[in-house]
């Protein structure tokens, strides 16, 4: 009997789209081929958020490959987008409507991990004619719309080390992102981890931990993944700005721990599929979770994928294990 079919969906892409809009397009690529390598038949759907439903077939068993990612300035389309194919009753790749909600929502994912004892950056929400924050979070401080992701609103001067640098940083984040919290952390001091997990066999497996690298970057430059160091080929921070899997030996206990870290917030973000756990170290070098992604990028350059390639994942492979998982937590035979 044939593989059922598998329905690939994306959101239309603009020829003006930011770059981090517009790599949807390579995220199709490279599952469309992945699926073809697997011998599984397929479609690809460009759908308007508002037209998610007239683009699903109910009852025909296909499998929904959900890379209906939210645009920038209106994070939550995407939950949106992802209940309504619970609705469906179809299974989809990556995980539910409220693990997405949770985790789009920094101030929220930050709770949720802090109140079951995962340590996070201090922090809080930036709220009108309440300037306390800045007497009770140490700087430097890192500032950041509290719902996007890929790194918006990290742009040009995340970084603020004197109070009016901060309080003017807030009122132009406040105005690109409006109706958006602006959160205000800490800047920890410590080395940068990214924690890709695949889902397979119906558990978490956590691939090689890579560590981001800013040795490269200009002096006085902050050393965060801002977006310009992932987006913007041409900029001194994405040249500076090195992805590199540290292996076992004398950093074995600390990448065990980092993995750890990673593998709480997965179950208690309630993650499926795949996912990336985005972690720090504080000043006595504790593993700190910066954030939490649902449905990271797929793209052939991102983390990802890299991260399986260091496990000798092909694309094709760790698709395969992304529509098993699907089926198998959507309940599809």
Same mark, same amino acid.
């Given at each position: 009997m044939s593989a059922p079919a598998v329905a690939i969906l994306h959101p239309p892409v603009g020829v003006d789209a930011d770059a981090s809009t517009a790599d949807v397009l390579e995220q199709v690529e490279v599952v469309a081929q992945a699926l073809e390598e697997n011998g599984i038949p397929h479609r690809v759907a460009e759908v308007p958020f508002a037209s998610v439903w007239e683009a699903l077939r109910p009852g025909s068993g296909e499998v929904v490959f959900s890379l209906l990612e939210a645009p920038p300035g209106a994070p939550h389309l995407q939950a949106a987008a992802t209940a309504v194919l619970e609705l469906s009753g179809l299974p989809f790749t990556g995980s539910g409507s409220s693990a997405i909600w949770l985790t789009t929502d920094k101030v929220a994912t930050r709770?949720?991990? #802090? #109140?079951?004892?995962? =340590? +996070?950056?201090?922090? =809080?929400?930036?709220?009108?004619? !309440? #300037?306390? +924050?800045?007497? *009770?979070?140490?700087?430097?401080? /890192? @500032?950041?719309?509290? *719902? %996007?992701? =890929?790194?918006?609103?990290? !742009?040009?001067? =995340? +970084?603020a080390v004197t109070r009016e640098q901060a309080e003017a940083r807030a009122e132009e984040l406040s105005t *690109?992102?409006?109706?958006?919290? /602006?959160?205000?952390?800490? @800047?920890?001091?410590? *080395?940068?981890?990214? +924690?890709? /997990?695949? %889902?397979?066999?119906? #558990?978490?497996?956590v691939l090689p931990v890579a560590e981001m690298d800013f040795s490269g970057l200009p002096a006085g430059t902050p050393p965060i993944v801002s977006y310009e160091a992932k987006w913007e080929e041409r900029h001194a921070a994405f040249r500076g700005t090195v992805r590199r899997f540290p292996e076992g030996g004398d950093e074995g206990d600390l990448l065990a721990a980092v993995q750890a870290v990673a593998l709480q917030a997965w179950h208690l973000t309630g993650l499926a599929g795949y996912a990336r756990v985005d972690i720090r170290l504080d000043e006595g070098g504790t593993p700190c979770v910066l954030e939490v992604n649902a449905n990271p990028c797929l793209a052939p350059d991102a983390g990802f994928l890299a991260a399986a390639a260091q496990a000798h994942l092909t694309p094709a492979a760790v698709i395969a294990h992304i529509v098993a998982a699907a089926r198998r937590a959507r309940g599809a035979s």
């Open positions: 709770a949720v991990l #802090a #109140a079951e004892g995962v =340590a +996070v950056a201090p922090g =809080a929400p930036l709220r009108r004619g !309440d #300037a306390s +924050v800045f007497q *009770r979070i140490p700087p430097p401080w /890192i @500032l950041k719309p509290a *719902r %996007e992701d =890929a790194s918006l609103g990290l !742009d040009g001067d =995340a +970084v *690109r992102f409006p109706g958006q919290p /602006i959160l205000v952390e800490h @800047l920890l001091p410590g *080395r940068e981890f990214n +924690v890709s /997990i695949l %889902e397979r066999e119906g #558990a978490p497996w």
